[in-house]
């Protein structure tokens, strides 16, 4: 029993310094430890609404403070609490006047102003940067507001915030546990910002630093290092909801900014201490080039007016280049005394990244322990401590004083080890419900597994011998996870509807039930609607042709309806006969398997297109145009899609289309003739950009607002919604297929020369098909079903490459074959599909847009038209 009391001190103490989720204790509002002096105010409205009245669940004077007469929306009172010492505060709680059912006075929100000296005083705000916290309804219901991140502080100051004049009065209570790391500041780098090529895009600064930020130095202040917010092993993933790659940790790159191989830190103290030992909480992803730090050597400064010490401590630590687990490295201090310390941590690879850092002096006992053994979280004669209500609706709830530390330490250990047996139960019940629902479920009598080669990335099919068939349950040596069931794209079902469908009942079901006709569109479905379904004659694509497809100028083409016609002739082309001659060459924009796009000049090409014509801007005389080319030595495949292509752009007109303006195919070389796109291509464009700052301006840094994000995304939208309208499946919407011109104004096209360029993009399958399937809803992978519905989910894709500035590319973490896996998940939409996180540039109203967008039934993803009107009211006009 000790020793198992002695694993759960140590793996609680493993948190670190202060776990957030067990320093929830009353402080003593309600019960009288903060005393009466120790709670002031900017103003009383009379002696019976004096400040000391404000104690939580207390009905004692007039029942509450109230400040003088009534609170403007610009007034800034407040009632102030000194705590005494150094605080770790993590919860408030208020209420209103109630004054046995007389009062009706309360804050409906307020603000937070903390000091730790009682002279600097400082704004809290949340997260996201929102200062204000909603607060009370009524004037007898508690609100608890916890505080993400949680304030380090002695005084605070709570100001409520009206947005009408009115009389407001409040209780409060505040919760936490003593600071007893007695850290005051700590100054490092500033953290920096991880960006493609070779790295994927995560900012690692720390965004809740209280100090001052002077020569890209953090001073003065604490921040995500102490907010005892551990970070996860994959730097990448956050524990708060709704904040970017990295968030958790404060990380630096070797090589840059003078970081010389280290990162030097200065940690100030209340006091005097006797150091035993600094935990540091480092990331050891090193698949991603980071690791924690090689050595640390640490100077100590025994007052404040001293110099530094001459002898530091030296620790090098053990690298780890199995394990990638972020871990607590703690370095033994040798009890020397200090009031502050400078250390320099030595880089083992060229990112290191910390989330947390923690000190134990000697004289200090473990705050870990503090929340065991009970003692008065404040200094003070009793020894009451009332941990926070789990809810707001019973906020006078409270455990018993108890004294007996060895009674509660026996409490916990048995709590803990229920817990265990409930989690353990749990899991084998889950374990046992998820075979049981998958057992029927198996379906693969072979399979066929993909990899890519290492020297390449051709893939290799490997075939395993098919193992007889039997009903049900896999047996090939691949599937050894009875949890999970792959589904393979590759799959010889894949390629044939009906044994699909004997074999995915569910699959083919629920294709019916959220889209139209059945999983596949075979020449018998007709029952869909015009906007979900394609017919022979409308512009179509056959559902099982995908390994069939083949690109004209790159390596395939998937905007190109699968006509019936196998050859088309001149007949069928209504574009105009340009004179090739009059194409002068002025420079290559692209380059794919199957031919290239050049900037040409086009002379006399006004005169040509006539009057009536939309014309393209012109430089002089002559016109600015793309050509697209097919090569002289083209197989006839891609000599009838290039010419099934043209056919297609010359029915398409709408602003934000781009448009065909004529054709030399009378002769070879085939070509099409196209407006000139100044802007290149969007995903080019914003990948080069950064969002506007007075960073950028000052830099003279190329720069897109968030306004200009916004109407490039309508724009989208609107091309779209022409295209819907049109019944034409787009199938490869993404931003490399938007050309941009000079004036931002966004043209959908989809020239298969972009394929070359972002290769990786696309999933190939050797000599057949290539597929976008990071922008490809879950029936276009699993069921090859392209629909506008398809095209909506791509759309949402193209609005998160667009709010990222295409810094990284969808699910980046994934490989090819996760995200064919994850497509499974959101078909069986129980909770384990992977979505694309939100970005920060995102407004949250957007984001929930795009998630609309990847819904897993067909009914619920928006219509472009939905999504147009949707987005159109965000842009200023
Ligand atoms: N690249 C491919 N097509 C283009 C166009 N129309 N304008 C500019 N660049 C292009």
């Given at each position: 029993?000790?020793l ?6 140590q793996a ?8 957030p989720?067990h320093?929830?204790?009353?402080l003593?509002m ?6 009466d002096?120790?709670?002031t ?7 019976t ?11 004692e004077?007039?029942?509450a403070w109230?400040?003088?007469?009534q ?12 705590l ?26 307020y ?23 909603d ?15 949680p ?6 100051r ?5 947005k ?6 409040m209780?409060?209570?505040l919760y936490?546990?003593?600071w ?10 500033e ?12 900012s690692l ?15 003065g202040?604490?921040g ?9 092993d ?15 940790y ?31 909480h480092s990331?050891?992803?090193f698949?991603r080039g980071?690791k924690i730090?090689s050595?640390?050597s ?5 007052r ?7 002898e530091p401590?030296v620790f ?10 972020a871990?607590?490295v703690?370095v033994p201090?040798n009890r ?5 310390l400078?250390?320099?941590f030595?880089?083992a690879d060229?990112?290191?990244m910390?989330s947390e850092?923690s000190?134990?002096?000697e ?6 322990q503090?929340t065991l ?7 003070s ?11 707001a609706a019973?906020?006078?709830a409270?455990v018993?004083?108890?004294?007996n ?14 817990l265990?047996?409930?989690i353990?139960?749990?899991l ?13 479920r198996?379906?693969?009598d072979?399979?066929?597994t ?7 990335d ?9 193992p007889?068939?039997?009903?049900h349950?896999?047996?090939?040596p691949?599937n050894?996870d009875?949890?999970y ?13 009906a ?15 959220s889209a ?5 569109a075979?020449?018998?479905?007709t029952?869909?609607?015009?906007h ?18 083949q690109?004209?100028t790159?390596?395939n083409?998937?905007a ?7 050859s088309?002739?001149r ?7 340009f ?10 924009l692209?380059?794919?398997q ?6 040409c000049?086009a002379?006399g090409?006004?005169e040509?297109?006539?009057?009536g014509?939309?014309?393209?801007d012109?430089?002089?005389?002559s016109?600015?145009?793309a ?7 083209a ?9 099934k ?13 781009i ?7 009378s ?8 407006e000139y796109m100044?802007?290149?291509?969007l995903n ?5 950009r ?8 000052a830099?003279n ?30 199938r ?13 104004t966004?043209?959908?096209a989809d020239f ?7 290769s990786?993009?696309y ?9 976008p ?7 276009s992978?699993?069921l ?14 193209t609005l ?10 969808p699910y980046?973490?994934?490989s ?10 959101f ?6 599909q992977?979505?694309l ?15 609309r ?16 009107q949707a ?7």
């Amino acid at each position: 029993m000790h020793l198992f009391l002695l694993l759960i001190l140590q793996a609680i103490a493993a948190f670190g310094q202060i776990d957030p989720t067990h320093c929830r204790y009353a402080l003593g509002m309600e019960d009288g430890r903060i005393k009466d002096d120790d709670i002031t105010a900017s103003s009383q409205w009379y002696e019976t609404t004096a400040p000391h009245y404000a104690r939580f669940n207390r009905e004692e004077g007039d029942g509450a403070w109230c400040p003088e007469g009534q609170l403007e929306p610009s007034d800034s009172q407040y009632l102030q609490v000194d705590l005494g010492r150094l605080t770790f505060l993590t919860v408030v709680g208020t209420q209103g006047r109630y004054a046995r059912n007389s009062g009706k006075e309360y804050a409906r929100a307020y603000r937070l102003n903390y000091s730790r000296d009682g002279l600097l005083w400082k704004s809290w705000r949340n997260r996201l940067g929102n200062p204000v916290m909603d607060a009370n309804k009524n004037a007898y219901t508690s609100v608890i507001n916890d505080l993400h991140p949680p304030i380090i502080t002695r005084y605070i100051r709570l100001i409520p915030v009206t947005k009408l004049s009115t009389t407001v009065c409040m209780r409060v209570e505040l919760y936490g546990c003593p600071w007893d790391d007695g850290l005051i500041s700590y100054s490092a780098p500033e953290g920096q910002l991880m960006m493609p090529p070779g790295y994927p895009s995560a900012s690692l600064n720390d965004s809740t630093y209280d100090g001052a930020h002077e020569r890209r130095r953090l001073f003065g202040g604490l921040g995500q290092l102490t907010d005892g917010v551990i970070g996860l092993d994959n730097f990448l993933l956050t524990r708060q909801y709704n904040v970017w790659p990295g968030y958790d940790y404060l990380g630096w790159r070797n090589d840059s900014l003078g970081t010389q191989g280290y990162v030097e830190m200065e940690f100030v103290f209340d006091r005097q201490r006797n150091f035993t030992s600094m935990k540091v909480h480092s990331n050891n992803m090193f698949s991603r080039g980071v690791k924690i730090f090689s050595s640390v050597s640490c100077w100590f400064k025994p007052r404040l007016i001293a110099g530094w010490e001459v002898e530091p401590v030296v620790f090098k630590t053990v690298l780890d280049d199995r394990n990638p687990s972020a871990r607590y490295v703690t370095v033994p201090l040798n009890r020397r005394t200090a009031k502050s310390l400078r250390c320099r941590f030595y880089f083992a690879d060229v990112w290191m990244m910390f989330s947390e850092i923690s000190f134990q002096s000697e004289d200090t006992i473990l705050p870990t322990q503090m929340t065991l053994v009970v003692t008065s979280p404040l200094a003070s004669e009793e020894s009451t401590v009332t941990p926070i209500p789990e809810t707001a609706a019973n906020p006078s709830a409270s455990v018993p004083p108890e004294g007996n530390t060895a009674i509660l330490i026996g409490c916990l250990v048995t709590i803990i080890l229920l817990l265990v047996i409930i989690i353990f139960l749990i899991l084998w019940c889950q374990y046992v419900c998820k075979v049981l629902e998958k057992a029927p479920r198996r379906i693969h009598d072979e399979e066929m597994t993909v990899r890519l080669s290492s020297c390449s990335d051709t893939i290799i099919l490997q075939t395993p011998p098919v193992p007889p068939r039997s009903g049900h349950g896999p047996s090939g040596p691949a599937n050894t996870d009875p949890h999970y069931e792959r589904v393979f794209l590759l799959d010889p079902q894949y390629q044939n509807p009906a044994m699909l469908r004997n074999k995915l009942p569910e699959l083919s079901q629920s294709a019916e039930a959220s889209a139209c006709g059945g999983g596949y569109a075979e020449p018998d479905v007709t029952q869909c609607t015009p906007h979900q379904c394609f017919h022979n004659n409308a512009p179509h694509y056959a559902e099982t042709d995908i390994v069939r497809l083949q690109g004209v100028t790159g390596s395939n083409m998937y905007a190109v309806p699968a006509l019936t016609v196998d050859s088309l002739t001149r007949k069928d082309i209504s574009a105009a006969e340009f004179p090739r001659q009059q194409l002068i060459f002025r420079e290559k924009l692209g380059e794919g398997q199957f031919g290239e796009v050049h900037l040409c000049e086009a002379e006399g090409l006004l005169e040509f297109l006539g009057e009536g014509s939309p014309l393209p801007d012109r430089d002089g005389h002559s016109v600015l145009v793309a050509v697209k080319q097919l090569r002289a030595d083209a197989t006839s495949q891609a000599r009838n899609d290039f010419l099934k292509e043209i056919k297609i752009m010359s029915r398409l007109n709408d602003p934000n289309i781009i448009r065909l303006l004529c054709v030399c195919v009378s002769s070879d070389p085939l070509c099409m003739v196209t407006e000139y796109m100044e802007n290149g291509d969007l995903n080019m464009f914003l990948s080069q950009r950064e969002i506007e700052s007075t960073l950028t301006h000052a830099n003279n840094i190329p720069s897109v607002s968030l306004s200009n994000l916004l109407h490039m995304s309508v724009q989208i939208a609107s091309g779209m919604k022409y295209l819907a309208s049109l019944n034409f499946v787009h199938r490869d919407l993404a931003t490399r297929n938007c050309l941009l011109d000079r004036r931002l104004t966004i043209k959908i096209a989809d020239f298969g020369m972009s394929r070359n360029l972002y290769s990786s993009d696309y999933y190939r399958i050797q000599g057949r098909a290539v597929l976008p399937i990071r922008w490809m809803a879950w029936e276009s992978i699993l069921l090859g079903k392209f629909t506008t519905a398809s095209d909506v989910w791509a759309f949402g894709v193209t609005l998160w490459e667009i709010f990222t500035l295409c810094k990284e590319q969808p699910y980046s973490l994934l490989s090819d074959e996760q995200v064919i896996e994850n497509s499974g998940e959101f078909f069986r939409n129980q909770g384990r599909q992977i979505f694309l996180y939100a970005p920060p540039l995102c407004p949250p109203s957007l984001f929930e847009l795009m998630m609309r967008c990847w819904s897993r039934d067909i009914p619920n993803r928006p219509s472009f038209e939905g999504l147009f009107q949707a987005l159109r009211p965000h842009v200023n006009q």
